[in-house]
């Protein structure tokens, strides 16, 4: 029979684990071989608990103003504007990574930045607000 050799991580621990085919085995063997596994396996690590957010310490975006969408998935990678900045039409605001792509996002007017609802390292949702203009 072959065995193959395989380093696996569970938990942040790390096995050394080897595989052998088999071709017919009974439910007996079935049995011990998942119990023996079970044994080996360590107990999942119960989750992180999430940090705590105030609602003051998240801007809101404000009604009137001009808003500047993300248009995909990402994270913010540079924010290339802060609040108070003029800008004209077209200046890059922020950089967004998407799929391994730094992609610029630009002012739609020109104007006064108002609000920065996002930081560098936010992680965005399409459609979510990231930066108002005045």
Known sequence: MMEKFF???VNGTEYDVAVREVKEFSVQEASVVTSAVK???AQPQPPK???KVTVAETPKPTAGAIKVTAPMPGNIWKLKTKVGDSVGKHDVLLIL???KM???IVAPEAGVVTNVLVKEGDSVNPGQVMIEIG
């Open 49 to 51: 608990q999430a940090e």
């Open 39 to 41: 044994q080996e396996v």
């Open 102 to 104: 730094e992609n610029e």
């Open 7 to 9: 380093k696996v991580k």
């Open 97 to 99: 990574e998407a799929m």
